[in-house]
């Protein structure tokens, strides 16, 4: 029997409810239909074909939106990719529904991480083992600390909260399963590019892994980047394209003998269309344009989202009416609560629904001058142009903000055209996880911000107030105007 044996891995990552497929210079792109012909193919082809999925099938469509992640469950079922890991927004719609739709899929759901505080229980599997051809592949899921985030309100879930401890736990895998000969290691992972080589440095050869498919950075590459002798990997975003490993292994030392990795395009050139995934999606698609159909303003021209860590033109305009809608003097929006590059110019309500999915709610801080330099300083540090994944925020109309890289100051820092004062108090909008987590993404705590004046719920739907506004003003425009330049 050889020792060398042919193993193609599938991958796809930051899906985001990516169901259908886009006409685009009169070819179709992308959408699950596709993917999924794409898969099969390859499965016919080549009998040793494993496909996972490196987090994050949930949020982004209406499909997901209205059925809280269950359709997409039923979708991916119908998908059937061979394993899963968990990303951040699997836990969107909290942990309890995330366990009742893990109980939905028909595949295996991964994550090392997860566990409950009071005994260390874990709560998925952290790993499998998957037989292709007399190979035992483990894969182990990791995901990102953001998760922590998510999941604040849930008192009794805890989480490995940093890439050393993740790596301790590979090892700790690793060396628990070494004995039963592994012939080769994936690290299924959700926590950006940049981190997956840092958590890459820090794993001992001894331990066997040999490549990290991961997601989070929405990273797309045109080679694999190599740390450690470990290959790492990413296939951006969204259902467009999917990577493909054809590896040799050698089975006697359990390690790569040579590779080939490559972005697939999924289109129509070369990959059938699944028509049972269709009218699965179909199905679902009829039911959500009853509801989601409905026009819900029209703007002057298509407005813009294309970048989080700037001001853009759609975040103007949403922290604007949040601001306007419940009387706050500064509205920090999330730039990653806008989830489209574009919106507009017809505006339905599944275009505002996919574009700001996040139906949460508004607190109202107050904060003094001082803080909110603090804050600034903070969302403006190093990390955020070094393409760390950092929160990052939209200024309503008022504030103009000149920050020098180099030498990391504010050249300007007003509120309507007056110097913002040190003992000053401004009151600040913060969507629900903003406010939860201001430690970590602004610096600030709650005993700071409720010495100033105690916090209060504005509004409990985001998106409540959004739809309102718009529906009762047409003909709606927002330029980049200098509320934040970085020189």
Not at 44 to 71: H, W
Not at 89 to 102: M, R, V
Request: with cysteine; net charge negative.
């Amino acid at each position: 029997m050889s020792r060398y044996k042919k193993l193609v891995l599938l991958h796809s990552n930051d899906m985001h409810g990516d169901f259908l497929a886009e006409d685009i210079d009169d070819r179709l792109v992308g959408g699950v239909s596709m993917l999924s012909g794409y898969v099969d193919k390859v499965r016919k082809e080549e009998p040793n074909t494993l496909y996972c999925i490196a987090g994050d099938m949930f949020r982004g469509s209406v499909i997901d939106s209205e059925y809280k992640g269950l359709s997409t469950i039923e979708i991916m079922n119908a998908l059937a990719p061979d394993v899963v890991t968990l990303g951040n927004h699997e836990t969107d719609y909290g942990i309890s529904h995330l366990l009742f739709l893990e109980k939905c899929a028909k595949f295996p759901i991964i994550n090392a991480n997860l566990f409950i505080r009071t005994n260390q229980a874990r709560l998925f599997r952290p790993h499998v083992i998957l037989e292709v051809d007399g190979m035992k592949i483990l894969f182990i899921g990791i995901l990102t600390e953001e998760v922590i985030s998510q999941t604040k309100n849930e008192g009794l879930i805890g989480s490995f909260v940093g890439i050393n401890e993740a790596a301790t736990e590979v090892g700790r895998i690793c060396n628990a399963y070494n004995a039963i000969d592994i012939d080769f290691t994936v690290l299924l992972t959700h926590i950006g590019f940049e981190e997956d080589k840092k958590l890459a440095e820090m794993l001992d050869p001894s331990w066997g892994v040999d490549v990290i498919i991961g997601g989070h950075s929405h990273t797309f590459i045109t080679e694999p980047a190599k740390v450690n002798d470990i290959l790492i990997v990413q296939a951006g975003t969204g259902t467009d394209q999917i990577g493909r490993f054809d590896i040799i292994v050698d089975t006697d030392n359990n390690c790569v003998s040579k590779y080939e990795w490559k972005s697939v395009p999924i289109n129509d050139d070369h990959c059938p269309r699944d028509s049972e995934i269709e009218r699965l999606i179909a199905n679902y698609k009829a039911d959500t344009d009853v509801k989601y159909n409905r026009i819900v303003t029209r703007f002057r021209r298509e407005l813009t989202h294309p970048d989080r860590n700037r001001e853009t033109e759609l975040g103007n305009l949403l922290a604007d009416i949040l601001k306007e809608s419940l009387n706050l003097d500064i509205m920090l929006l999330g730039s990653g609560s806008v989830r489209n590059d574009s919106m507009g110019p017809l505006v339905q309500f599944s275009d505002l629904v996919e574009c700001f999915p996040y139906d949460d709610s508004v607190t109202m801080i107050s904060v003094n001058g001082a803080q909110l330099r603090r804050m600034i300083l903070y969302m403006l540090r190093d990390e955020v142009w070094q393409g760390a994944h950092c929160e990052f925020y939209q200024f309503s109309k008022g504030m103009k903000i000149v920050y020098d890289r180099n030498k990391k100051e504010l050249l300007e820092f007003s509120f309507e055209g007056e110097p913002i004062t040190e003992d000053h108090l401004y009151r600040v909008g913060l969507q629900l996880f903003h406010y939860t987590n201001m430690e970590e993404n602004l610096q600030i705590s709650e005993d700071e911000i409720s010495a100033n004046a105690k916090p209060r719920v504005v509004t409990t739907s985001c998106r409540e107030i959004l739809d309102e506004y718009l529906s009762s003003h047409q003909h709606l425009d927002a330029c980049v105007e200098g509320r934040l330049k970085v020189i």
